[in-house]
């Protein structure tokens, strides 16, 4: 039989959404079967555990999930044998302190013999020991922000994204511990079938996050201003340049990067460039 590779992906929360969106980006469709801790792909050789993401590095450890997708902060807290092998760009936070927002804060000597409420006590303790801060640390797993308002501690430390969950809580983030972003990990005894099939599936999110990060850019210009807006071009290769219909006119097609093509297109307008289309690309292989 062939060799099939386990993900263990969110089964609900914040990474859930966008790592399934990520598999079916890579061309992977996964059968909704009833039973829903775990779902075959039926074109790639793989099968989806919906696990919750705490208990995911554990599993990828003893091998009963070859590959996982969460976040680096759950990876730094558990801190097992697992492999890192990608960061995929989404479900970007931090990890931070935060107090109420009338204290007065300064230093971290702030936190001196406080109480820190926390998910997360090995990522903290290990932060306290390292700035010979002595507080005091209360792990709870659930509703962290909310510690301060009873009265069960002086402080948090929790994970921030939008900073709307602070905010609503009278909270202000004073430090940042981590920063952190989904990843992939593996297990550290792939064999070589299961090597392969890894290779083939980092490979496709290759080219789905760099198809995200680019963009297909098509404009007309004047014959004369080519070579100025051929350097302002930044593609992958020289620009494709096509003979327009009308005499003395060329269509340029190029690829330009997500994050600098709003400056380009300014650039590109005073070059001479006209009619400029920017389309999303689908995959893109380097
Ligand atoms: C975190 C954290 C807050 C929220 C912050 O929970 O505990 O509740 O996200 O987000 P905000 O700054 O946008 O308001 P998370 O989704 O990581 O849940 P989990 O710890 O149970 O995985
Ligand atoms: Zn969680």
């Not at 593996?186 to 980092?202: G, V």
Request: aromatic letters at 6%; a negative charge.
């Amino acid at each position: 039989m062939e060799k099939r590779l386990k993900i263990a992906i969110q089964k609900s929360g914040r990474l859930s959404d966008s790592s399934k969106a990520l598999l079916k980006e890579c061309g992977i469709q996964i059968k909704n079967g009833k039973n829903n801790l775990m779902a075959p792909a039926v074109n790639f050789p793989i099968d989806i555990l919906y696990l919750r993401d705490d208990d995911i590095p554990q599993y990828v450890e003893d091998g009963t999930a070859d590959l996982g997708i969460l976040g680096e902060n759950v990876v730094a807290e558990t801190d097992k044998n697992i492999i890192t092998a990608k960061k995929l760009g989404f479900a970007k936070c931090r990890l931070s302190l935060a107090v109420p927002k009338s204290d007065d804060y300064n230093s971290l000597l702030f936190f001196q013999n406080k109480k820190i409420a926390t998910s997360y006590p090995v990522i903290l303790s290990s932060f306290l020991k390292k700035n010979n801060i002595d507080a005091e640390i209360h792990k709870i797993s659930g509703s962290v922000e909310i510690a301060p308002n009873i009265g069960l501690a002086d402080a948090v430390c929790d994970i921030v994204s939008s900073g709307s969950t602070l905010f609503s809580n009278g909270l202000k983030e004073v430090e940042v511990i981590l920063q952190s972003e989904a990843v992939v990990v593996a297990n550290t005894n792939l064999d070589e079938e299961q090597t392969k099939i890894f290779e083939q599936l980092m490979f496709r999110i290759d080219a789905v996050k760099s198809a995200k990060k680019n963009k297909y850019i098509l404009l007309n210009a004047p014959n004369s201003a080519i070579p100025s807006i051929t350097n302002i071009l930044p593609g992958i290769k020289s620009p494709t340049i096509l003979p327009l219909a009308e005499e003395g006119w060329s269509s340029l097609h190029s690829v330009v990067n997500e994050e600098q093509f709003w400056n380009i297109i300014d650039e590109l307008k005073v070059a001479g460039a006209e009619g400029i289309l920017v389309i999303p690309i689908e995959k893109m292989i380097s």
